[in-house]
C-alpha cells in the first residue's frame, strides 16, 4: 500500500506538471526546475510502479528471474535521474520515452505471469497496464516515427491511461484487503472446526478413560478379561491423549495423524464394548448381536498406525502387507493379540523390521508378526 500511494501521488503530480497545473501550484518562482522536472517525475513514478509490482506480485519468493529484471527497472530510472542532474537532460527525456513504454511492457509481463499465481484477482493489475502499454506505444509513435499525431492527442491519451492504471492498482489492492479478509474468516473457522474436532476426541477419549478406571478398580476381584483388556488399553490410550494434545495448535491436521487417532480409538472402544463391559456385567460371552465382517487389512493397518510412532522412535520400519482377506469375527481379540505381538517386538526383539501380514485359509484368516531381531532363548522354548 505505500508504494501504491507513491506510485498514485506520483501519476497525479506527473499529470499537474505536464498540464502546467504544478508549476501555478507549486513552484511558481522555480521556471528552471519546471522545464526538467517531466524527467525526474516520469522515472520515479516508473520506480515506485516497480517496487509496487514486486511487492503486489512478491516476485521474490514466487518470480526470482522477474524480480531481478523489476530490480534493474529502478536502477535505469534511478541512475537515468543522477545522470541528468549533471548533464543535459534533453537527451535522457528522449531516452525516457523509450525507457518508459520497455518499463510498462514488462510490468504487463509480470501481471500475466502472476495471474497463474494470483488468480483473477491480479486481472485489474493487468488491465492497468494494458492500458499504459498502448498509450505509450501511442507516445512512442508520435516522437519517433513519422506519422502526425497531436501533442494534445498524445497527452490526453497518456493522462488518461495513467488516471486508468492508477485506478485499476487501486482495484488490486482493494482485492488484497478482500483476500486477507477471506483467509483471515477461513482461518477463524479451521481454529472452530479444530476446537470442535479436538472436544469431540477428548470427550470419547475421557469416556474411555473413565471406563478404564472403573476397570482398574474392578480389575482385583474381576475376571483375567478385565486384567488382561485394562493391559491392552494403557499404551494405546496414552498415545492417544499426547496426539490429541498436539492437534491443539493445528487448525488443518495431516490425515495421517487423524487416521492414527481414529483407528487408536475405535480399537479401544471394541475393546471396552466387548471386553470390559461385558466383564463388568459379570459374562465373558459375546453379545447378541451378530458382529460385523471387516477385512484383515483394516486390522493390520489400524495395529499399525497405533505402534508407528514408538517403533520409529525404536528406529524400526513396520512393514505392512498387503491383504484381501476377511474376518467375520474375533475383532477385537485378533486385534489385542495382534497389539501384545508387536508390541513386545518393538521393546525386545532389537529388530530392524517388523512385518504384518494376512492371509485366507480354509478355515478362517492367518495372522503373522515377524520380525528380523534376535529371537527367543531356545531353553525358554522348549
Not at 495423524?257 to 472402544?269: F, R
Not at 523390521?353 to 503373522?368: C, M, N, Q, W
Amino acid at each position: 500500500f505505500l508504494w501504491y500511494m507513491l506510485y498514485s501521488g506520483f501519476v497525479t503530480l506527473y499529470i499537474f506538471h505536464r498540464d502546467g497545473y504544478a508549476f501555478q501550484l507549486f513552484w511558481r518562482e522555480h521556471g528552471l526546475w519546471n522545464s526538467y522536472a517531466s524527467l525526474p517525475l516520469a522515472g520515479l513514478l516508473t520506480m515506485f510502479a516497480a517496487q509496487f509490482t514486486r511487492a503486489y506480485l512478491d516476485t521474490g519468493r514466487g518470480l526470482p528471474r522477474l524480480d531481478k529484471v523489476l530490480i534493474g527497472v529502478i536502477i535505469v530510472q534511478a541512475s537515468t535521474i543522477a545522470i541528468s542532474l549533471g548533464y543535459n537532460s534533453e537527451p535522457l527525456k528522449q531516452l525516457m520515452t523509450v525507457s518508459i513504454p520497455i518499463s510498462a511492457l514488462i510490468f504487463l509481463i509480470a501481471g500475466v505471469l502472476g495471474l497463474a499465481k494470483k488468480g483473477l484477482t491480479a486481472l485489474p493489475f493487468v488491465l492497468g497496464w494494458s492500458g499504459i502499454v498502448a498509450a505509450s506505444a501511442v507516445t512512442f509513435t508520435a516522437h519517433w516515427i513519422d506519422i502526425e499525431v497531436t501533442r494534445a492527442a498524445t497527452l490526453d491519451t497518456m493522462r488518461s491511461a495513467m488516471v486508468f492504471d492508477a485506478v485499476m492498482m487501486g482495484i488490486a489492492c482493494f482485492n488484497v484487503v478482500m483476500e486477507w479478509r477471506r483467509d483471515r474468516e477461513q482461518l477463524m473457522q479451521d481454529r472452530i472446526e479444530a476446537a470442535e474436532r479436538n472436544a469431540s476426541l477428548r470427550g470419547r477419549l475421557d469416556l474411555v478413560e473413565q471406563r478404564y478406571c472403573a476397570a482398574r478398580t474392578a480389575a482385583e476381584s474381576s475376571s483375567k478379561l478385565v486384567a488382561d483388556t485394562t493391559h491392552d488399553l494403557r499404551q494405546p490410550m496414552f498415545a492417544v491423549r499426547a496426539a490429541i494434545l498436539l492437534l491443539g495448535a493445528k487448525p488443518r491436521p495431516q490425515a495421517a495423524e487423524m487416521q492414527q487417532i481414529e483407528a487408536s480409538l475405535a480399537y479401544m472402544e471394541s475393546l471396552v464394548e466387548q471386553n470390559l463391559l461385558q466383564a463388568m456385567e459379570g459374562t465373558t460371552q459375546p453379545g447378541s448381536g451378530e458382529e460385523a465382517a471387516t477385512t484383515a487389512q483394516r486390522l493390520i493397518d489400524t495395529v499399525s498406525s497405533i505402534f508407528k510412532e514408538d517403533a520409529e522412535a525404536a528406529g524400526i520400519s513396520l512393514v505392512i502387507a498387503s491383504s484381501d482377506a476377511i474376518l467375520r469375527r474375533g475383532t477385537a481379540d485378533v486385534l489385542r493379540v495382534l497389539s501384545n505381538l508387536v508390541s513386545n517386538a518393538i521393546a525386545y526383539s532389537d529388530a530392524a523390521e517388523i512385518k504384518l501380514s494376512a492371509e485366507p485359509t480354509p478355515s478362517g484368516v492367518e495372522f503373522r508378526v515377524s520380525d528380523n531381531g534376535k529371537g527367543m532363548n531356545s531353553s525358554l522354548i522348549a
